[in-house]
């Protein structure tokens, strides 16, 4: 009578272990939806497109959606760096560069004006409206919604299927998760084309020591975008003004000879100017306007 005792004792103890283990791993599990986003870059050239995937990861408290392939090159340099090795800029990087933060109370946007970082506080109510309309997209029953976001109108297919009212980019606030949505023009679009748990933890917003990250509302971001288009500079010369500690700046060919920090501006304002031409049709046109 007793062995029975302990031995019905020992495996409640075990399943609940075990029970404890398979909650802990859950918790410690996010779910990723991949988003394939196609997007015209000049608006007069609307027969150039590109083609890039993106990730919405859902955490516990909030959510992020960044470009997969920088994701992905974020790993593989913070990987060489905790093995000793020189970090490898030689991963492809993504021509999304923004990220996107989306809490229950707080929802922000991470903008580039060159290589200056601003965090864009979206304090913009998401007004929909949902039609009756229903479609079978990418395999799931989709209803639709639509909104007027950014000086664009926007057409969204959500599904009751996967109870999470989140979608890419600052998109969310629909009963359903977004499967796909593209504004009228279809200038940009975003299509759900995986979804997956993984175990990943790590936030995609981290700050580096020479590159700090200014919060702004939208009416500062926007100044300062015009004051950067009627006046587009380089990185070198960016990275002096953000950080004037610095007194002096050196740059070098592929043969290990210092260039001429002039010429070195100078091509860079050009980069810089060409930048601003052929990436002008922007997902938030009133942001850029």
Known sequence: ????????????????????????????????FIYEYRFVPDSTKTDRIITENTRLEIFRD??????????????????????????????????FNSKIWKGKIKVYTTESIGIERFKVINDRELRWEISSDIETIQGYQCQKATL??????WIAWFTHEIAIPDGPHIFRQLPGLIVKVSDLQNHHSFLLIANYQ???????????????TYEVNRQQFNKKWNAFRANPIGGSEQFRLMNRQISRMQSYDSHGNERNMDQVRMEERKQAQKRVNDFNNFIDLELYR
Request: hydrophobic share 30%; proline share 2%; charged share 25%.
């Open 62 to 95: 909030h959510s992020e959606f960044v470009s997969d392939l920088n994701a992905l090159r974020d790993s593989v340099i913070l990987s060489s760096a905790n093995k000793g090795n020189n970090s490898d800029d030689t991963a492809p990087s993504g021509k």
């Open 148 to 153: 007027t976001h950014g000086a664009r109108k």
């Open 198 to 212: 993984t175990s990943h933890q790590t936030s995609y917003f981290k700050e580096e020591p020479l590159r700090k």
């Open 1 to 32: 009578m007793s062995i029975k005792y302990h031995l019905r004792s020992s495996l409640i103890r075990i399943s609940t272990i075990i029970l404890l283990f398979l909650c802990a791993c859950a918790e410690a599990q996010t779910h990723r």
